[in-house]
């Protein structure tokens, strides 16, 4: 299929940027969307111009790495995939498809496609994790007994690649659905119980200093999370959150 | 708790309570209005009721009027940082593609319930403290000895232009509370497992509250 790409082009963190069109041919249907980028570069290659900066890593769905807005949409049409995984199938010969970074104030454009995440990592730091001895006398996690219930909800929880695509989705970049799914994967098990008030509260702050949107409830976050997390990890949070500030 | 409301998710707490006061505060008012259109005199007997006793003046009304301005200016307030978030907007969004129209308008169904709240307030409220509070007049009655609050009700829905400026207004009240209601609760932490009741509560909500006000305006306007 011959497609017209619509390309945000920025040279650098200061550089204002636009919309650069670009045609490319011969794509076929079984391509990934990743690889008719790799497609375009090589043509920008070839003649001489400067290729379009993307991130991309495992290109199997699991890294979090690509993170383009595609015809409106965090990882483009298709639900439940991210961009490495997003088939050309889903467009048409002829189409016209708008291709631009995740935009918010808190992932500035590094260039073209790629924009800084570490806002994520700095939520991470501040709480998301469990503090344990790993002296070698560390108890099996499985004797632990645990619901089949709670290790579901805590491993749906858990299955967020931290990508940014509810942030780029929300109308407000907010981050709550990413805090969420952190703060619910361990909130659910027991290992996570111990540090649970001071993980939350730090997390929540350190996501307000970032410069996040506030969540208003669309569920935009939801239906374009590749991993389909659920908008129960906001509200799960949200209790946590007043637990924690009640207990304090 | 210090600082909880200063946070985003105390800042959603804190709408979403004054959302609550203010559905409850819906339907009561409604539950008044609505005896209007079946008894006169027991429409005019509790607005006598509400205006006069010290509970409802002196400590619902001053809640009333702080909610209503704490979700409002709440309102702007986190409206302006949300924008803010987003330095540059995309150039293609396809929003419809994964929420409803109502919760991303949140902003505009709000303006257009605030400006029918001021003709509201031009209408009802100011005239009915200058009556009682200015000029002193607790009895409620007109020169004929009969009560005034049905007389004045009647008398505001003969204007077609207002009516209709009422009738709009509740449109954009059932679009607010569509998102709202369900909004409100989730804001609050209500787990998914009620989701779906809640929603079709709230659905039924928005829908069948504002429309008994459409009904009980064009009643008047119609048999008066």
Known sequence: ?248 | MSGFFKSSIGRKYAMALSAFFLMIFLLQHFAINILSVFSPEAFNEASHFMGTFWAVQYILQPILIFGVVYHFVMGFILEAKNRSARVKSYARNNGGANSSWMSRNMIYSGLAILAFLILHFIDFWIPEINTKYIQGDMSGLLPDGDYRYYEELTHKFVSPLRVGAYVIAFVFLSLHLMHGFSSAFQSVGASSMRKEKLQTFGKAYAILLPLGFIIIALYHHFNH
């Open chain 1, 1 to 248: 299929m011959n497609l017209t790409l619509k390309i945000w082009r920025q040279k650098g963190p200061k550089d204002k940027g636009s919309m650069v069109d670009y045609k490319v041919s011969d794509i076929s249907e079984h391509m990934s969307f990743l690889e008719m980028m790799d497609v375009l570069n090589e043509q920008l290659i070839n003649e001489g111009k400067e290729p379009v900066a993307f991130d991309h890593d495992c290109r199997e769905g699991i890294c979090g790495s690509c993170s383009m807005f595609i015809n409106g949409e965090a990882h483009g049409p298709d639900r439940g995939v991210t961009t490495c995984q997003l088939h050309m199938r889903m467009f048409k010969d002829g189409d016209v498809i708008t291709i631009e970074p995740f935009r918010a104030k808190a992932f500035p454009v590094i260039k073209d496609l790629v924009v800084d995440r570490s806002s994520f990592d700095r939520i991470q730091h501040a709480g998301g994790y469990i503090s344990v001895n790993t002296s070698g006398n560390t108890q099996d996690a499985n004797a632990i007994p645990i619901s089949k219930h709670a290790a579901d909800e805590a491993m749906d929880a858990a299955t967020c690649i931290g990508c940014g695509a509810c942030v780029a989705s929300c109308k407000n970049a907010s981050a709550m659905l990413f805090v969420g799914a952190k703060v619910s994967q361990y909130a659910l098990l027991p290992q996570g119980r111990i540090e649970a008030v001071d993980r939350v509260k730090n997390m929540v702050a350190q996501m307000d200093l970032e410069g996040f949107g506030n969540c208003t409830n669309t569920g935009a976050c939801e239906v374009e999370c590749p991993k389909g997390i659920s908008l129960e990890n906001i509200a799960r949070m949200n209790r946590e959150y007043l637990f924690a500030n009640i207990k304090d």
